[in-house]
């Protein structure tokens, strides 16, 4: 796949403008004296669906011409693109498959369901996720959405950059969590086609560095078993995502769980929202490497708020 | 003490703006269907200190002039009215003297320490209270702002309204908990004010239905022993604060704490905020009572969301 342009962001943002919401842009007095920065946080969490995979999943419905889109659409997804996915899907009026690994969040299964996708188990690996998504296909001509390595799953997820940068104008970084790279390729082509100058982060679990790892060596490193909390950011970073992040010279900020999950109250108190631990690596990350930030205006994005309020994890 | 009339509460209005936040306003589709009308949440947990107090206590801190500002202020509260009036009075430079009753939310008293204030402690009864704040008075000469019995302090909470008004037009029915009934008296008088036709309600724990058997009996009851999760609504509803809500034929729609911890979670799933069990009374409400709300768009103020996150009710 080719990895999209900064204009193939800018039409997917009107692609997507009736059907997504602009999310608001949060801060907190406390957070930036505990960063020592100020910090802008774009609260995907209250995006459709509660998470940013809305953008990308809608999108790539939208891009569909009517032949194809009435064929339905397929993704494997442990929740979030899932969920994005059958709304984007239930708003064109299409069907939607959702291959979803054992082992996921129910809160999500249940989203998934409840925005009327039709739901197939598989087993919790790559190679089984992805056997069961091309045997849908090929049974129903199903269009594939994959979760990450997409050019308009990508597209989709960078146009929040643009919406950032006009909500917060002259951000001098921008930092996201990393887990099949959709979110990082997207914004990181969107922030430096419209400004080169602007410092890209990555924050990942310690348990799930594939990112960091494969940036480091130089090559996109192979399946691992992921060991993190931030059930978002489990899978093994996309190969065009990969790329793109090399390309933009994204640098990877390892954390662990536990800084996640102090992370995570921090933002429940001082912010007054629900997020996950996925999104909650950011502000770990803000928190462990004050010295990458110095003297800069950052953008951190919360990826969603999808959480399982009977298993929080402190 | 006089009830505040509009043009106060619109004299409040200016005199917070620039202090207070503009909150927003939340709607989800899955709750609207569950209520079967749709429901605009004034988010008052986005409030300056996390809860709507902030209003009535910085209208009354900078409605002082300077001689009787310089000594400083006093209150007694549970929570939210002693964290937002020390961070009026931080905002003025002047001192504020808490009284907190044991027993009160110990994130809530971590805020107020961390706002500046003086921390007294005291028994959790009403007479308690009332001593404590009478001797500080007298030691110091502060300024006593009573958390609900106050007509700056009305006046200041009254504010919601208009903006509320503004940012959702044609509303016809407005619902608030009601713990002293501040708020109420306020939120009141500014929509009556506005628009004689708005509907009014208030959501109360039955563990603390003091305000609804006043309303009832047709007299203000006397002191009771509250017995409910909702913190912020333990308190017996003032004198003042009392004639309001006949005045404007508030009605009052009592909720068990089962059905205000449901709320509560389902607040936090499908809008992705923190918001306290008093909070959720109003969701509590509008679902065991559905039949008030038919055919009505309502305006619906969470009132805060300092919640302890290692105590939470489920």
């Not at 969490?45 to 809305?54: I, P, S």
């Not at 998934?112 to 087993?123: D, K, L, N």
């Not at 990393?178 to 430096?192: R, Y």
């Not at 310690?206 to 790892?213: E, L, Y």
Request: hydrophobic share 45%.
């Amino acid at each position: 796949m080719m990895l999209p342009s900064l204009d193939d962001i800018r039409s997917a943002a009107a692609r997507i403008a009736p059907h997504a919401v602009v999310t608001p842009v949060m801060r907190s007095d406390r957070i930036d004296a505990l960063v020592g920065v100020p910090v802008y946080f774009k609260c995907e969490n209250l995006q459709r669906g509660g998470a940013f995979k809305f953008r990308g999943a809608s999108n790539a419905v939208w891009s569909l011409d009517d032949a194809v889109a009435s064929k339905g659409v397929v993704t494997h997804s442990s929740g979030n693109h899932g969920n994005a996915l059958a709304l984007a899907a239930k708003s064109r009026g299409i069907p939607a498959h959702i291959i979803v690994p054992d082992g996921a969040v129910q809160t999500k299964v249940d989203a998934i369901v409840a925005a009327g996708a039709t739901i197939h188990r598989c087993a919790p690996t790559q190679a089984s996720r992805e056997a069961a998504a091309a045997e849908i296909q090929a049974a129903t001509g199903a269009d594939l959405v994959h979760p990450y390595a997409d050019a308009r799953v990508i597209a989709g997820q960078g146009t929040l950059v643009p919406e950032l940068l006009r909500q917060v104008p002259g951000l001098d970084a921008v930092l996201f969590p990393v887990g099949g790279g959709g979110l990082a390729a997207g914004c990181s082509i969107a922030a430096h086609g419209i400004d080169p100058a602007i410092r890209l982060f990555g924050a990942e679990p310690s348990g799930a560095d594939d990112a960091f790892r494969s940036l480091r060596d130089g090559h996109r490193v192979g399946p691992f078993v992921p060991d993190t909390i931030s059930d978002g950011l489990r899978t093994l970073i996309g190969e065009p995502n990969f790329e793109a992040l090399r390309e933009h010279a994204v640098e990877m900020l390892p954390v662990s769980d536990a800084e996640t999950i102090a992370a995570m109250k921090l933002l429940w108190s001082e912010l007054k929202i629900v997020v996950e631990p996925s999104s909650s690596t950011v502000l770990a990350a803000l928190l462990r490497y004050p010295g990458r930030f110095a003297g800069r205006r950052v953008g951190a994005v919360l990826t969603g708020g999808n959480v399982d309020l009977d298993a929080l994890p402190w």
